[in-house]
């Protein structure tokens, strides 16, 4: 390609030798490009990659350095392609801070020495060496500008793909929150027409009446728990901040323990084992409560008649341990992993055939992290489950 851009050096004694140059910047550019797609492709650059771009970014300076010059031997018009060398490269290579500087010494050193044996006078050398830094100057600026110019769009564009992915988790939960209201207001609904149209008949006895008025509110008092869960997870997931306030865990365990043993009436063993010094958490009252009878709630659920269900705390450095377990029927091992989820696929009915939504525990990890704190389960099928939260102490 050179020879036909510039008709003059098909007539020059060293047309071969810039055949032979084209030919291997031609094949060096498709061996780097070849490196970096197959080798380096989606993972960190290696050292010896960057070494790679370095010596060939190194070696293109030197052609055009040495293409005037080694047809005219001026230097006064090597200096031309030089500059566009080192522009090309500031342009097209991607230099950190050490590296730009290593490439703009070894252009120098080699640029000095090809006027060492140039055979021009000292006060010509002298004057290419001042040229030579204002245009290696260039060079360095050029390149920076170049290098933070990139990693600002690099940077956009993570930013922009992050937010893309952010969207499309969004997008997908949106689908599974209405899949699930779908799903789960169908049924009730579908009760509440059907009971109704028998209701129009007119052929039901006072108490078969009073029977489908019943199923006609627990169908409506399922549905509004739904569209009350899902209102609540959507508010919180709204809120960066909660307020929290010093507050006496032991003396909050014991109030949660005395009202969940009023709603058992007995049908559950209900044990609370505290330290015998208070503990101390930064707690935001309403938000503990929603935990506390979440979790409880769900022990009940999956608790047979009598069982046991322990409440305990205590204090280990600077953390708060809190368990709440059952001796129930346990979570089988292929939900464990998907009970956090929202609208979990691990949703099962209670002993006596409560319904789930899927949200109960979802909103509890929610909560418990908008605490400082973190939740994680142990069970067993058979044995029962214990649900393990630490929280940081209050001082």
């Known amino acids: ?14 047309a071969d030798f810039y055949r032979g140059l084209n030919i291997f910047l031609a094949l060096a550019s498709a061996l780097v490009l070849a490196v970096e797609q197959f080798a380096f492709s989606g993972k960190p650059r290696l050292p010896y990659s960057q070494l790679l771009c370095l010596w060939y970014g190194f070696l293109f300076i030197l052609c055009c350095l040495g293409m005037t010059y080694i047809a005219q031997s001026n230097p006064k018009n090597t200096l031309t392609m030089y500059l566009l060398g080192l522009v090309t490269v500031a342009f097209l290579w991607d230099f950190e801070y050490f590296e730009a500087l290593a490439l703009a010494a070894l252009t120098t050193v080699a640029f000095s020495v090809i006027l060492l044996f140039s055979g021009i006078s000292t006060e010509q050398i002298l004057l290419n060496h001042c040229i030579s830094f204002v245009i290696m100057t260039c060079f360095y600026v050029l390149s920076r500008v170049m290098y933070s110019y990139k990693v600002a769009n690099f940077l956009q ?3 922009i793909e992050a937010r893309k992915l952010e969207i499309q988790k969004i997008s997908q939960a949106k689908s599974e929150i209405l899949g699930v209201v779908a799903h789960d207001l169908r049924s009730p609904f579908n009760n509440i027409e059907m009971i109704a149209t028998l209701l129009q008949k007119g052929t039901a006895s ?6 489908y008025l019943n199923l006609i509110l627990t169908s409506c008092q399922s549905s509004r728990e739904t569209i009350n869960e899902i209102l609540y997870l959507a ?9 929290l306030e010093k507050v006496n865990l032991t003396t909050l365990l014991q109030e949660v323990r005395d009202e ?3 709603q058992l009436q007995g049908t559950r063993d209900l044990k609370l084992s505290l330290p015998p010094t208070p503990l101390y958490a930064n707690l935001n009252k309403e938000r ?6 979440n979790l409880l709630s769900n022990a009940v659920k999956f608790t047979p008649h009598n069982g046991e269900i322990m409440i305990q705390a205590r204090q280990t450095d600077k953390k708060l341990l809190l368990d709440i377990a059952d001796k129930g029927i346990g979570i089988p091992e292929k939900f464990r992993g998907q009970l956090f989820d929202r609208f979990s696929k691990a949703r099962r009915r209670g002993l006596k055939g409560e319904k789930s939504n899927g949200l109960g525990l979802s909103i509890c990890r929610q909560l418990v992290e908008q605490h400082g704190g973190s939740i994680e389960v142990e069970s067993e099928e058979r044995l029962g489950t214990t649900f393990h939260i630490v929280l940081p102490v209050a001082f």
């Open 260 to 262: 969940w043993e009023t």
């Open 157 to 159: 564009l993570q930013e």
């Open 235 to 243: 508010r919180e997931e709204q809120r960066d901040y909660i307020p």
């Open 288 to 293: 503990f409560h929603r935990i506390m009878n």
């Open 206 to 211: 006072k108490e078969q009446e009073q029977q």
């Open 1 to 14: 390609m050179l020879p036909l851009l510039f008709p003059m050096l098909s007539h020059t004694a060293h």
